[in-house]
Nanobody, 121 residues
Protein backbone atom coordinates (compact mmCIF):
# COMPACT_ATOMS: atom_id res chain seq x y z
CA UNK A 1 0.00 0.00 0.00
CA UNK A 2 0.99 3.63 -0.47
CA UNK A 3 0.65 6.18 2.29
CA UNK A 4 1.17 9.92 2.53
CA UNK A 5 1.83 11.48 5.91
CA UNK A 6 1.75 15.24 6.34
CA UNK A 7 3.30 17.28 9.11
CA UNK A 8 4.09 20.87 9.94
CA UNK A 9 0.68 22.40 10.41
CA UNK A 10 -0.19 24.58 13.36
CA UNK A 11 -1.23 27.99 14.57
CA UNK A 12 0.58 31.06 13.28
CA UNK A 13 -0.07 34.78 13.29
CA UNK A 14 -0.84 36.63 10.10
CA UNK A 15 2.39 37.46 8.29
CA UNK A 16 4.13 34.42 9.68
CA UNK A 17 5.54 31.35 8.00
CA UNK A 18 5.07 27.59 8.13
CA UNK A 19 6.61 24.67 6.30
CA UNK A 20 4.54 21.61 5.54
CA UNK A 21 6.09 18.23 4.73
CA UNK A 22 4.59 15.15 3.17
CA UNK A 23 6.35 11.81 3.05
CA UNK A 24 5.27 8.97 0.79
CA UNK A 25 5.91 5.44 1.95
CA UNK A 26 4.95 1.89 1.10
CA UNK A 27 5.37 -0.28 -1.94
CA UNK A 28 6.10 2.45 -4.46
CA UNK A 29 7.94 2.00 -7.75
CA UNK A 30 7.62 5.61 -8.88
CA UNK A 31 5.87 8.88 -8.10
CA UNK A 32 4.77 11.29 -10.77
CA UNK A 33 3.23 14.57 -9.70
CA UNK A 34 2.76 15.58 -6.09
CA UNK A 35 0.77 18.45 -4.77
CA UNK A 36 -0.89 20.30 -1.98
CA UNK A 37 -4.59 21.03 -1.72
CA UNK A 38 -6.56 22.75 1.00
CA UNK A 39 -10.08 22.82 2.29
CA UNK A 40 -11.40 25.64 4.42
CA UNK A 41 -14.52 25.22 6.56
CA UNK A 42 -17.62 25.26 4.41
CA UNK A 43 -15.64 25.37 1.18
CA UNK A 44 -14.59 22.89 -1.48
CA UNK A 45 -11.12 21.46 -1.61
CA UNK A 46 -8.89 23.54 -3.87
CA UNK A 47 -5.51 23.20 -5.47
CA UNK A 48 -2.69 25.10 -3.78
CA UNK A 49 0.40 23.94 -5.66
CA UNK A 50 1.64 21.00 -7.68
CA UNK A 51 5.06 19.80 -8.77
CA UNK A 52 5.84 17.29 -11.49
CA UNK A 53 8.50 14.60 -11.38
CA UNK A 54 10.69 16.89 -13.49
CA UNK A 55 10.25 19.78 -11.08
CA UNK A 56 7.76 21.89 -12.98
CA UNK A 57 5.47 23.77 -10.64
CA UNK A 58 2.07 25.40 -10.75
CA UNK A 59 0.38 27.53 -8.12
CA UNK A 60 -3.05 28.87 -7.32
CA UNK A 61 -3.19 32.60 -7.99
CA UNK A 62 -4.00 33.24 -4.34
CA UNK A 63 -0.66 31.86 -3.16
CA UNK A 64 1.72 32.89 -5.95
CA UNK A 65 4.72 34.73 -4.59
CA UNK A 66 4.04 33.56 -1.03
CA UNK A 67 4.17 29.75 -1.20
CA UNK A 68 6.85 27.51 -2.66
CA UNK A 69 6.47 23.80 -3.41
CA UNK A 70 9.52 21.57 -3.67
CA UNK A 71 10.54 17.91 -3.64
CA UNK A 72 13.59 16.16 -2.24
CA UNK A 73 16.02 14.24 -4.41
CA UNK A 74 14.37 10.93 -3.63
CA UNK A 75 11.13 12.49 -4.90
CA UNK A 76 9.15 10.80 -2.15
CA UNK A 77 8.89 13.92 0.00
CA UNK A 78 7.18 17.14 -0.96
CA UNK A 79 7.31 20.41 0.93
CA UNK A 80 5.20 23.53 1.00
CA UNK A 81 6.96 26.60 2.32
CA UNK A 82 4.40 29.23 3.22
CA UNK A 83 5.28 32.86 3.88
CA UNK A 84 3.20 35.99 4.52
CA UNK A 85 0.33 33.86 5.73
CA UNK A 86 -3.12 35.37 5.81
CA UNK A 87 -6.22 34.41 7.81
CA UNK A 88 -7.80 33.26 4.56
CA UNK A 89 -5.06 30.62 4.27
CA UNK A 90 -6.63 28.85 7.23
CA UNK A 91 -7.59 25.36 6.10
CA UNK A 92 -6.79 21.70 6.31
CA UNK A 93 -3.94 21.10 3.90
CA UNK A 94 -3.83 17.76 2.09
CA UNK A 95 -0.95 16.14 0.28
CA UNK A 96 -1.69 14.36 -2.99
CA UNK A 97 0.43 12.09 -5.15
CA UNK A 98 0.20 10.09 -8.33
CA UNK A 99 2.06 7.10 -6.98
CA UNK A 100 2.97 3.86 -8.67
CA UNK A 101 1.92 0.99 -6.45
CA UNK A 102 4.11 -2.09 -6.61
CA UNK A 103 1.22 -4.04 -5.13
CA UNK A 104 -1.36 -3.06 -7.74
CA UNK A 105 1.17 -2.54 -10.58
CA UNK A 106 -0.40 0.74 -11.58
CA UNK A 107 -0.53 4.39 -10.61
CA UNK A 108 -2.94 5.43 -7.90
CA UNK A 109 -4.08 8.82 -6.71
CA UNK A 110 -3.25 8.92 -3.03
CA UNK A 111 -4.24 11.45 -0.38
CA UNK A 112 -2.82 12.18 3.01
CA UNK A 113 -4.92 12.62 6.12
CA UNK A 114 -4.47 16.38 6.18
CA UNK A 115 -2.81 18.85 8.50
CA UNK A 116 -4.53 21.90 9.93
CA UNK A 117 -3.11 25.36 9.35
CA UNK A 118 -4.68 28.16 11.34
CA UNK A 119 -3.69 31.76 10.71
CA UNK A 120 -4.81 34.25 13.32
CA UNK A 121 -5.36 37.92 12.56
Amino acid sequence: QVQLVESGGGLVQAGGSLRLSCVASGSIFSINGMGWYRQAPGKQRELVAIISSSGSTNYADSVKGRFTISRDNSKTTVYLQMHSLKPEDTAVYYCNADAGSSYYHRYLEVWGQGTLVTVSS
